[in-house]
């Protein structure tokens, strides 16, 4: 079974503070993905990665950046969290083949207060 | 522009019975479609995949079903149950290199006894 795990199931943070979340997936996947879903807006794509300190642009990438040092781990960071970055924040990777699969995370529920 | 559009935005419905849930998509050129189902508080979990080729694919009570020519597809589920309860987003991704998962807003789906 494929598992993509995430660090935190839930996060408390204060506005200003680094905030680091993790992601690994244990299938050897070259694609991983950060997303971050609120309600009425459905998920939307922060970063992504294809490959090992290879980074893209999602359509929301303001406020976030990304660090893939190793295949397996996507990191997620909130540089000076704000109160607009609460949200929950979904990892997912990518196989290979003609239907990719995408394999989520549990999620991180995070409030910044 | 890629877009995917679901209905209705929320459903409720009794124990038992059936229901169908839409997508519409003008994403161009089509690789694939998918749903996910996702329990509140938890990351998607893959229903069904189909390519431009497939016009119908089951996972036990759940049938997604695809019409390329007019973009649109559907999920049927049949003889809910209460654990039926859950979002559920379709999912369309390009052919185009580059192009990231185009995800609809979701359906939420309420199944009362």
């Known amino acids: 079974d494929v598992k993509v795990t995430q660090s935190s199931r839930y996060l408390v943070k204060r506005t200003g503070e680094k905030v680091f979340l993790e992601c690994v997936q244990d299938?050897?996947?070259?694609?991983m993905f950060w997303y971050r879903q609120d309600p009425g807006l459905g998920l939307r794509l922060i970063y992504f990665?294809?490959?090992?300190?290879?980074?893209e642009k999602g359509d929301i990438p303001e406020g976030y950046s990304v660090s893939r040092e190793k295949k397996e781990r996507f990191s997620l960071i909130l540089e000076s969290a704000s109160t607009n970055q609460t949200s929950m924040y979904l990892c997912?990777?990518?196989?290979?083949?003609?239907?990719?699969?995408?394999?989520f995370g549990p999620g991180t529920r995070l409030t910044v207060t | 522009k890629n877009q995917v559009e679901q209905s209705p935005q929320s459903l409720i419905i009794l124990e038992g019975k059936n229901c169908t849930l839409q997508?519409?998509?003008?994403?161009?050129?089509?690789?694939?479609l998918r749903w996910y189902k996702q329990d509140t508080g938890r990351g998607p979990v893959s229903l069904t995949i189909?390519?431009?080729?497939?016009n119908t694919k089951s996972n036990g009570r759940y049938t997604a079903t695809l019409d390329a020519d007019t973009k649109q597809s559907s999920l049927h589920i049949t003889a809910s149950q209460l654990s039926d309860s859950a979002s559920y987003i379709c999912?369309?991704?390009?052919?185009?290199?580059?192009?990231?998962?185009?995800f609809g807003k979701g359906t939420t789906l309420s199944v009362s006894s």
């Open positions: 997912a990777s990518l196989s290979a083949g003609a239907a990719r699969e995408q394999y």
């Open positions: 299938m050897d996947h070259e694609n």
């Open positions: 990665s294809y490959d090992v300190k290879m980074k």
């Open positions: 997508c519409n998509y003008t994403v161009s050129p089509f690789s694939n």
């Open positions: 189909m390519t431009f080729s497939e």
């Open positions: 999912v369309v991704r390009g052919l185009q290199a580059g192009t990231a998962l185009i």
